[in-house]
């Protein structure tokens, strides 16, 4: 089973630029569809970014023009760069291995540790 290791977390203050890192085990990753999910205190976890093994992406509104998802398949990452951070930006960011399409992809396996960002003046 594939694990996933999230890094990259911090605090910061609004406006500012964090970015995320995950690291996936094993040999697969390349053929997977990574997503980028977040999970806000009291809410659910949601998806807000994704990229299929040929690299398209795609964006929750919220994060559309401030986030990039891209990934290096030589390393199994992926990578979420976050810009213009709000403070309704702040929650644990988790990845996954994402099965079907945007926007309605399902994660697949476990939970990493997740990294937690928090926006704040």
């Known amino acids: 089973q594939v694990q996933l290791v999230e890094s990259g977390g911090g605090s910061v203050q609004p406006g500012g630029s964090l970015t995320l890192s995950c690291v996936a085990s094993?040999?697969?990753?390349?053929?997977?569809?990574m997503g980028w999910y977040r999970q806000a205190p009291g809410r659910q976890r949601e998806l807000i970014a994704q990229?299929?093994?040929?690299?398209?992406?795609d964006y929750l509104d919220s994060v559309k023009g401030r986030f990039n998802i891209f990934r290096d398949n030589d390393k199994s990452t992926v990578y979420l760069i976050m810009n213009t951070l709000k403070p309704e930006d702040t929650a644990v960011y988790y990845c996954?291995?994402?099965?079907?399409?945007?926007?309605?992809?399902?994660?697949?396996?476990?939970w990493g540790p997740g990294t937690q960002v928090t926006v704040s003046s």
């Open positions: 990229i299929t093994s040929g690299s398209n992406t």
């Open positions: 094993g040999s697969k990753f390349p053929i997977y569809a």
């Open positions: 996954s291995i994402v099965l079907g399409d945007w926007p309605h992809g399902s994660p697949y396996g476990s």
